[in-house]
């Protein structure tokens, strides 16, 4: 094995095109990465605080500023409007495509950028992050869609895996930003920020106005000579190519062979192996909020500042550079050495570290030499989540479901995704904190998130299929005749959905297992064969008689 990822000598056309327009569509992660990291800074801002203050007088400082209870409401209603905004982007993105669903999504994120930038109190400031989360929520889910249905087989973890990339370098911008409008005495202090993602949106949508529809979507509404056409396009390859018309008849037979099984409703997904792929999932999207992420991104200043570091700007930067460039080497690795071992070296690692920082925060919690020890080991552990957990889990996600439900399991897992966000980031302040009703675990936590980050090895070996280097489809037959996970880096596809469809009929139609209809399939090219051989040496009945 190389050490660059090449495109395999036997696939035609190129990839090129595809690879660029998965990478534009990642910007998408930059509004997601923006508008969730830019909060945190507006609501330390003192001209904003005062602006939208009711009265109250923060007990630290005796400035005007916001209750916590406001804070928190500024801060979860985000959270509430991308949950309920993922669970609304599989009718959006089925209904109105992928395309035309992230511009869409990007409208309903405008419009939350708007309200927040006119705001002058709280009320209106709110209703602006639950439309903004809202647009981010569909946004979140249509753009791995995309991505998935569009990029090369054999590159395709590294595309999506971009996506989390934006995300990162979406939160290091908005700190950037943040840090210089933070003192000026006018409306700009904060508006500034805000405004700014009406760059990121317009960059979106004129881009969405160029790129093509996904072919897999123009298959499941059944506009077949769109789905040529927007291969071709992808694959720069005439649409009458032998390649580009075998690659769109396996879509389209694998497609007509999973809507033969049965419906592709709500009740549907949680049935069979469609069900445990979503549990999957859910799970996968779930556990990447457990390891505590988080925590450092969300409370990471004030955890910072107990070791030595007054500067919030400068811890805001130290976690925002090392979570981009950490991202980096996952892209690679997530296709050099598959999703599997990525992500089990990403837990293992993320277990040492928070073990490591909640064993010297405890044990010795005034010593400077401590401190620095849980600096360094904070920056390691975002290391081995931006390489693994970060890019992987969306990528896992992205690959795991049939086309026809594949928009409404990815909108549920996403919204587990975000469902966990605002949970943690809700409950972390009672955890942490001192005083009455807090548990006041301070570093402790981190055995919390390490030993969440030991399940998730766990987890990933029982549950996480390898799905590195197969089709769409040909994850469809690796759950139909792989049973156990571990057992899954062996798997050969070996399936031609084309042939399926041609003899369903007479193994007994969509109550034959796909190993039964391959098995007959098998058989038929046998005897064609034999029938074909024989024929130049007494006919077809010396086929029989041997």
Same mark, same amino acid.
């Given at each position: ?14 990839? $090129? ?16 990465? =923006? ?11 003192? =001209? ?54 992230? !511009? ?8 939350? /950028? ?7 109190? $709280? ?12 647009? /981010? ?64 949106? &317009? ?6 106005? $160029? ?7 123009? &298959? ?36 007509? =062979? ?10 549907? !997904? ?61 892209? =690679? ?23 490591? /920082?909640? !064993? ?10 401590? %401190? ?9 552990? $975002? ?28 909108? !549920? ?7 966990? %966000? ?94 039964? &209809? ?29």
């Amino acid at each position: 094995m190389g050490i660059m990822i090449k495109k395999p000598a036997d696939v035609p056309g190129s990839a $090129i095109p595809a690879i660029i327009i998965g990478l534009f569509v990642a910007f998408g992660g930059v509004l997601f990465g =923006y508008d969730t990291g830019t909060i945190g800074g507006i609501l330390a801002m003192p =001209y904003w605080r005062n602006t939208f203050s009711t009265g109250y007088r923060n007990t630290e400082d005796g400035n005007l500023d916001v209750t916590p209870s406001q804070s928190s409401t500024i801060v979860s209603l985000l959270s509430a409007g991308t949950f309920f905004g993922a669970l609304a982007a599989a009718p959006m993105a089925d209904l109105l495509g992928r395309r035309l669903g992230m !511009i869409a999504s990007t409208a309903v994120f405008t419009l939350g /950028v708007i309200l927040q930038t006119a705001a002058t109190a $709280i009320p209106l400031f709110v209703a602006g992050r639950f439309w903004a989360g809202f647009g /981010v929520g569909l946004i979140s889910a249509i753009i791995p869609l995309y991505q998935s249905e569009t990029a090369p087989k054999w590159i395709r973890g590294a595309v999506v895996g971009c996506y989390q990339l934006a995300i990162t370098i979406g939160l290091l911008v908005a700190a950037i930003v943040d840090n210089a409008t933070k003192d000026r005495n006018d409306t700009g202090s904060y508006r500034i920020p805000i405004a700014v993602q009406f760059a990121w949106a &317009i960059i979106m949508v004129v881009g969405m106005l $160029i790129l093509p529809e996904t072919p897999r979507y123009w &298959i499941k509404v059944g506009k077949h000579a769109k789905a040529a056409k927007s291969l071709s396009r992808l694959r720069r390859l005439d649409v009458d190519h032998p390649a580009l018309v075998e690659e769109l008849a396996e879509v389209r037979a694998n497609h007509e =062979y999973e809507m033969s099984l049965g419906k592709a409703s709500y009740l549907d !997904i949680v049935k069979g192996t469609v069900g445990k792929r979503l549990a999957t999932g859910c799970l996968l999207q779930g556990l990447q909020q457990l390891t505590g992420v988080n925590f450092i991104f969300y409370y990471g200043t004030s955890f910072f500042n107990n070791a030595g570091i007054s500067n919030a700007f400068t811890v805001s930067v130290i976690t925002g550079v090392v979570n981009v460039c950490s991202t980096l080497p996952g892209l =690679y690795l997530v296709e050099k050495w598959g999703r599997r071992p990525l992500l089990l070296f990403g837990a293992v690692g993320m277990f040492v570290c928070q073990y490591i /920082v909640a !064993i010297a925060g405890t044990v010795d919690p005034d010593n400077p030499a401590t %401190n620095k020890v849980l600096i360094a080991f904070v920056c390691i552990y $975002i290391f081995f989540f931006a390489s693994s957990w970060g890019p992987v889990a969306w990528v896992v996600t992205g690959e795991l479901f049939p086309l026809k439900v594949r928009a409404k399991c990815l909108s !549920i897992t996403t919204a587990s995704n975000w469902l966990l %966000n605002w949970a943690i980031a809700y409950a972390t302040p009672y955890m942490v904190n001192s005083g009455p009703g807090n548990a006041n675990l301070q570093s402790k936590v981190f055995f919390v998130w390490g030993t969440f980050c030991l399940i998730c090895a766990f987890f990933v070996w029982a549950l996480i299929y390898e799905t590195k280097g197969l089709s769409l489809e040909q994850v469809d037959e690796l759950y139909s005749k792989c049973t156990k996970a571990w057992k899954s880096k062996a798997f050969r596809p070996t399936v031609s959905y084309a042939e399926v469809q041609e003899v369903r009929g007479s193994v007994g139609g969509r109550h034959a297992s796909l190993a039964d &209809i391959e098995a007959d399939a098998g058989r038929k090219r046998s005897v064609a064969h034999i029938e074909g051989g024989d024929k130049g040496y007494g006919g077809e009945k010396a086929a029989y008689e041997v």
